[in-house]
């Protein structure tokens, strides 16, 4: 009865090691236990072998995808490719229990490709058999029940619907499509004649030449003009592109020089966004500050935010948050700060608060006078309720390099504080500790200075200070802008969101 099989479609899965094989049924040993596809598919790809064998212990899962009519002639042999698809029945056979298998092969030899209807959709679990198969339920379940005690599967029933089809499968017709109007579609396609290609290539350079563009963008950008409307895809229609930093919205021109001040500036800065601001003369920036005073901005406000700007300069200079963290406790920074007895050295004093609240250890000189300024009285005064340090002999300066030193000897008004005794062994010790040096407010440039300074750092308004100062920073110390127009000058600020600010030399 196993004969009764030959010529059936099937689908084999061999599990993950072998794959799926797909085949015509060719031949079904019971004595051996195998059974033989010919021209078989593995995977969907066709095998080089005509014909492949297999053993019950191999084939983990059977699909019969079509049983051949009672009145088809053809063999497992046969070279004559299929013509229909037939609905067909779909069997799935369990697993074997006996047996390790082995994939055997035969000789090669050549094979025509095989056409293999697959599954379609499964409506039911009984096996369903086509009229033109004449095929009836209890023949087909007499040759399932001779496989399954030969080869020990386990048997399941799946019907076919001819109605539905896998998505990916072509379904040819059953009339099928003659060799001859095969033929004769493949030689319309590519049946012309070598001999009347010509041998010479195309000139795509000469026929595009022919074409004018130039002439004709000139008439479309004419007839736009004549009509008022404007074409789509014309050249000189380009879309507004735009990157991530450019504002959508058109703004008015930059203007960068904002500050202009009633005299001609000596010297100009410009700050890193371009705008210039020029310095101003001693006398002019006097008479500011004057102004100020007498509109509310007092000297004590005016030294706090002094001492707060110029505290954040140096915080910045000293390492800003990688030094300064609880895990750096023992990198405490040391500033030497030096002041003179007058109003810059008030403004120095209150930087060195500001310091020592954040936790930096700071060492003051100010020497001994019999009478001193209310300012520096008052700001001694919080000073000494800090941790900071108060010095009045250079012998009690560190001997070790410092951190950084802040230099606020040096005034416009006392010159005659450079001759003496203290001021020039202040000055020495600064030069020979070799610590970056930064001056708050420093003199102009027509006066001599002591110690080279690697920052300066203006306020309101530079001075036109010389190379000596070195790098120079301008901070905020809130003039209203009306009291700049008090003066003359047309300001409008250049800090932007800071408070201090580098200046560059034009």
Known sequence: MATDWLGSIVSINCGESL???????????????????????HNGVKCLVPEVTFRAGDITELKILEIPGPGDSRQCGDSQQMDTAMPGVGCQVG?????????????MSSSAPQNIPRRTDMKSQDIVISPQQQCSKSYMDRHMETLSQSKG??????????????????????????????????????GD????????????????????KAAVFEEIETYERRSGTRSRGTPNEKPARYRHDENILESEPIVYRRIVVPQNPHKEFCTDSGLVVPSVSYELHKKLLAVAEKHGLTLERRLEMTGVCASQMALSLLGGPNRLNPKNVHQRPTVALLCGPHVKGAQGISCGRHLSNHDVHVILFLPNFVKM????TNELNLFSKTQGQQVSSVKDLPDTPVDLVINCLDCHENAFLRDQPWYKAVVDWANQNRAPVLSIDPPISEMELGI??????????????????????LCDIGIPQKVFQEVGINYHSPFGCKFVIPLHST
């Open 373 to 376: 300024l209310e300012s520096i």
């Open 95 to 107: 697993p074997s229990q006996n047996g390790t298998g082995k994939v055997l092969k035969k000789p």
């Open 19 to 41: 794959g799926v094989y797909q085949g015509r049924v060719s031949a079904v040993d019971q004595v051996s236990q195998t059974i033989s596809l010919t021209r078989p598919f």
């Open 452 to 473: 080279d300074a690697k920052w300066s750092l203006a306020l309101g308004l530079p001075l036109p200070l010389g190379e000596r100062a070195g790098r120079v920073y």
């Open 193 to 212: 004649d070598i001999d009347e290609i010509p041998d010479t290539d195309f000139d795509f350079e000469g026929n595009l030449a022919l074409f004018d």
């Open 153 to 190: 599967f386990r048997r399941r029933h799946n019907s076919w619907s001819s109605s539905s089809r896998h998505p990916n499968q072509v379904t040819p017709k059953k009339s099928g499509l003659k060799n001859g109007q095969m033929k004769s579609k493949d030689d319309e396609c590519f």
